[in-house]
């Protein structure tokens, strides 16, 4: 059984950095593109990051993108994503996802903008608040 687990949120202020960590079970990470998304109160859960297996592509949403740095160890089935310069915006729930396997004749860019999760469902998440 396949299984993601979120970790790494907290309150931080603004200018901060956070390092969330997605630690996955039952599956060979490296085969698959793996993807971080958020929940700001009241609204839509929205993309944040992928990255491919081989580490050959990372997507950014432009809401992260050049504060953000997505990686992974292999060794630890971990994938990581790192925020500075967090800004109050940035507060929600993050969640991580097996978005697709690796190869694939999608873009990992097209896969992370276009993943809806099975059934809706999303696990715990962790939680990131910015405030001061």
């Known amino acids: 059984q396949v299984q993601l687990v979120e970790s790494g949120g907290g309150l931080v202020q603004p200018g901060g950095s956070l390092r969330l960590s997605c630690t996955a079970s039952?599956?060979?990470?490296?085969?698959?593109?793996i993807g971080w998304f958020r929940r700001a109160p009241g609204k839509e859960i929205e993309e944040v990051s992928c990255?491919?297996?081989?580490?050959?592509?990372?997507y950014y949403a432009i809401s992260v993108a050049g504060r953000s740095t997505i990686s992974r160890d292999n060794a630890k089935s971990t994938v990581y994503l790192q925020i500075d310069n967090l800004k109050p915006e940035d507060t929600g729930t993050y969640y991580c996802?097996?978005?697709?396997?690796?190869?694939?004749?999608?873009?990992?860019?097209?896969?992370?903008?276009?993943?809806?999760?099975?059934?809706?469902?999303w696990g715990p998440g962790t939680q990131v608040t910015i405030s001061s």
């Open positions: 996802a097996v978005v697709g396997d690796f190869p694939n004749v999608r873009t990992t860019s097209a896969m992370c903008r276009s993943f809806v999760a099975p059934s809706g469902n």
């Open positions: 039952g599956l060979t990470l490296n085969y698959h593109v």
């Open positions: 990255i491919s297996g081989g580490d050959t592509t990372k």
